[in-house]
């Protein structure tokens, strides 16, 4: 189904080219249409500006200019809107015709895809996210790209193109020296496989393994021998490092599951055998400068603190490479291997900088061409109630697996005192359920690029912008199905009469442009947004518009399932789960 907007929009073109298409002094962008939601819709429901711009391009009394838009509008007719009228000083506000938002619903119920169209041409899309370390445990700062990187996977799946999701996991360097080395002289067991050890321990001797690396020079020198013999191939080398690769894996797996996280892991250690061809291949362009013994490449525009030219480092002075030069090793694999038409990486603000940097210089090589499009979606950090990064009590950075347990623990006490009726098996599913979802939410519901407030009091509020409030709605929408007892009517008709029911409606089939703004943007909270207000909605139609028993019930309960289906389909896309009882 082609959106509302996207129709008005081809109306208001038309109209404009009939009108002023002939002048040869106007600027081609001043004939597109500018039409948006209105803000106040007692006077319409949408609202086209073309005039104001129009008046001020041909100096002209802007009035006078949309009285000739409008003469052309009302010349095109058509059913799909109902009031046309000239506002304040200049604008057209658009009001559309019940009966063609009445249609409009009957169309959605038969729409499998929400009233969403496809794209005519599939795009091959990355979205890379989560990328934590290898033996270190996922602490509260991977949960933004976690989830954000999730959700926009979902959106781009969703829309019909072709996703691979990605898992950029920092699984190579010396870190892996330093703790093969070290766990050669204190926990030889382990190497052997005689000892099962977990993430915990694997951080506790990653921490001692770098105090030792930092203080012992004689430690220090067999940590960088391990390394070598790993990048060499050395295979007691090999295996120790896959040791420690699948204890990490296991804890990770546990949170992706508790989270609902799909994703395909592709770490460093992946993109490590072309390295030196990439060099090589910066090399042979001639952007490759030595500066201080290492292999740098000086992009316009960069500067450093101290005015010098800032430099991107893509082979150390010993010979070793850093995880810029995977990462163009990456980008470059997936633009030329992969054929991604798209790519989108999830990190923390703080890599701002740096993936500006690879985008230059992969645009510079050739890697990034005009065809492909890159976008870093960057994200603010999560404060404590302090006002500061989220912190345990001792000051260490909590844990992502904590985090998400003490939400779950909230949630169950939630329905323990809510449905005292309900089993512990019950309560168990319904918690873990709504303690997730209140975590993601919070989380999507705040711009992405600002910083938020984490708090377990406020997102498990049933009122207000939070996961119970929309699930509230859904779980209602289910009671007055279940209470009517019969069928869903799909193919009646839709008598749309109060103004409640109308907006409603209106806002259902608003549902394509927001995923559309939020898959141009990269902001969840744009989809996050809508659902508020369609909940806020539909509690209204429900307060002013009775279903059961109704000489409007057949209409209104078709209402209330295209309500259902499309707060369903919104929720999946931001990862959240419906819950049967609230």
Not at 136 to 144: D, M, P, T
Not at 426 to 453: F, N, P, W
Not at 495 to 506: G, K, R, V, Y
Request: aromatic share 8%; hydrophobic share 40%.
């Amino acid at each position: 189904m082609q959106s509302i907007l996207v129709r008005i929009e081809s109306q208001v073109s038309k109209a404009l080219e009939r009108s002023f298409g002939g002048l040869p002094t106007l600027e081609a962008g001043l004939l597109r249409p500018d039409v948006v939601l209105s803000t106040q819709p007692r006077f319409g429901h949408y609202q086209c500006n073309n005039a104001l711009k129009l008046a001020k391009a041909l100096k002209k009394n802007p009035r006078e200019i949309a009285g000739q838009l409008l003469a052309a509008l009302e010349e095109s007719g058509g059913s799909m809107i109902h009031k046309m009228e000239i506002a304040g000083p200049g604008f057209i506000n658009l009001t559309l015709d019940t009966k063609f938002l009445s249609s409009e619903i009957e169309s959605l119920l038969k729409d499998s895809h929400c009233g969403v169209p496809l794209p005519e041409k599939r795009k091959r899309m990355i979205v890379e996210f989560s990328s934590p370390n290898i033996a270190k445990e996922l602490h509260v700062g991977h949960l933004r790209s976690t989830i954000i990187g999730d959700a926009l996977a979902r959106l781009f799946e969703f829309l019909g193109h072709d996703v691979l999701r990605l898992n950029h996991v920092g699984d190579w360097g010396t870190q892996f020296g330093m703790l093969i080395a070290y766990l050669q002289e204190e926990e030889p067991a382990v190497l052997t496989g005689e000892k099962r050890a977990n993430l915990s321990e694997l951080m506790g001797w990653y921490r001692a393994s770098k105090k030792r690396f930092d203080e012992r020079p004689e430690f220090k020198k067999a940590a960088q021998l391990q390394v070598v013999r790993l990048q060499g191939g050395d295979e007691a080398s090999l295996e120790a490092w896959e040791m420690i690769c699948d204890i990490s894996r296991e804890a990770f797996r546990e949170i992706y599951g508790l989270l609902d996280i799909k994703i395909t892991e592709r770490g460093e250690s992946y993109y490590n055998p072309f390295l030196p061809e990439v060099i090589a291949d910066l090399e042979d362009k001639g952007l490759v400068t030595i500066s201080e013994g290492a292999k740098c490449v000086f992009l316009e525009g960069f500067i450093a603190r101290d005015g010098s030219p800032l430099p991107m480092i893509v082979q150390k002075s010993d010979g070793g490479y850093n995880y810029a030069t995977t990462d163009i090793a990456a980008m470059r694999h997936r633009t030329e291997v992969e054929r991604a038409e798209r790519i989108i990486v999830v990190t923390d603000a703080g890599q701002s900088l740096h993936f500006q940097m690879v985008d230059a210089l992969c645009k510079k090589a050739g890697y990034l061409t005009t065809a492909v499009q890159f976008d870093h979606v960057l994200f603010g950090v999560v404060l404590g109630p302090d006002g500061k990064k989220f912190k345990t009590r001792s000051g260490e950075t909590e844990k992502l697996i904590d985090l998400i347990l003490e939400a779950i623990k909230g949630a169950k006490a939630i329905f323990k005192e809510r449905l005292p009726d309900g089993s512990p098996e019950e309560i168990e599913e319904l918690g873990t359920i709504l303690g997730v979802d209140a975590i993601k939410y919070a989380d999507l519901c705040s711009h992405r690029i600002k910083d938020y407030l984490f708090s377990y009091e406020r997102m498990l509020r049933f009122e207000g912008n939070t996961a119970a409030f929309l699930l509230y709605a859904f779980v209602r929408i289910q009671g007055i199905e279940r209470k009517v007892g019969k069928p869903i009517p799909l193919e009646g008709k839709v008598q749309l009469e109060e103004p409640s029911e109308i907006a409603l409606a209106l806002h259902l089939r608003q549902f394509g442009e927001t995923l559309e703004s939020m898959g141009r943007d990269l902001l969840p909270n744009r989809l996050t947004e809508y659902l508020y207000e369609l909940a806020e909605k539909f509690h209204a139609f429900f307060r002013d518009c009775r279903v059961e028993g109704s000489d409007r019930e057949e209409s209104r309960l078709m209402v209330a399932e295209a309500t259902r289906r499309i707060l369903k389909q919104g929720l999946t896309i931001l990862g959240l789960k419906t819950l049967p009882r609230m």
